[in-house]
């Protein structure tokens, strides 16, 4: 009654005391059957586990690659594209919860990639990325980190991808759950037509370009389409992006050629709305658009 107000009756208290203790007891079921799921896997665990960062890589001038093994030597459980890792950091000066990042690679790799970031500060009073900034200045290749087991539900396995066509847009760091899904579907030699669209903000600072071009070139049914919204001098004219602005209505008529696609969406607040707004409006059904959202999708709809 402190929350509902004075007008609630003692059965509608009841029946919503009765509905939550049915959501508790879904959510409980659902996380046992996830811990479970990821500790039967061959080599798989739960809590944290000890990796060692095998390298590092520059992906472009804000987003470097992490590759780990385990530091036991013992076998890597695979994963469905899409998951994430919760990565666990000592930090020497600032304790802080641990933080998730997609997998970026392909489960065929025979390793864990995670593409982290380099997180500014979006005022000069606001604080920078404290781990992110910790990542890519302080750990390096030898060193270890904890981390979490697989996990995820914005998954795409190229076994049950049928014969749809599909698309993925991709905005900034939103790249690297879509780029593992697309490098699995080729490795798998899918035949579904492929659409990756790529939103950054220009050649200096957009992620995988090297990886893309190879997919696009290796397979026959795969299409990549670039664009920047803040081009550097020679990025359009040197064709190192097909169009300069942001992904808007007329952009994706041009793009995307079947509403009936699998959409798979990700990357910052204000791109998925936009995407999401526009591809309702060219008719797209909400159960063909999938998302990596923290949030009621109500958010996205404006």
Known sequence: KDVMGEAVTDDIVNAVAEAYGVLAEVCIA?????????????????????FVVERKEPESSIVTSFYLRPADDQPLPGYLPGQYLTIRIDHPTTPTSPRNYSL???????????????????????????ISHYLHDQVQAGDTVEVGPPCGEFTLDPEQAGNRPLVFLAGGIGITPLLAMAESLVHAQ?????TFIQAARNSQTRAFAGSLQTLRDTAPNFTLRTIFDQPLPGDAAEGR??????IDDACLRDWVSNTDSEFYICGPKPFMQGVYQGLQRMGVED????????????????
């Open 30 to 50: 659902r996380e046992a059957a996830i811990y479970q799921d990821q500790k039967s896997r061959p080599g798989g665990w739960n809590g944290y586990r000890r």
């Open 104 to 130: 970026s690679g392909c489960p065929s790799s025979g390793h864990y990639r995670i593409s982290v970031k380099r997180e500014e500060r979006l005022t000069p009073e606001a604080p920078e990325g404290l």
């Open 190 to 194: 899918a035949t579904n037509p492929v």
């Open 241 to 246: 992006c097909d169009r300069v602005g942001l």
């Open 287 to 302: 159960a063909r658009m999938h998302l990596e959202f923290f949030g009621p999708r109500q958010e996205l709809a404006g």
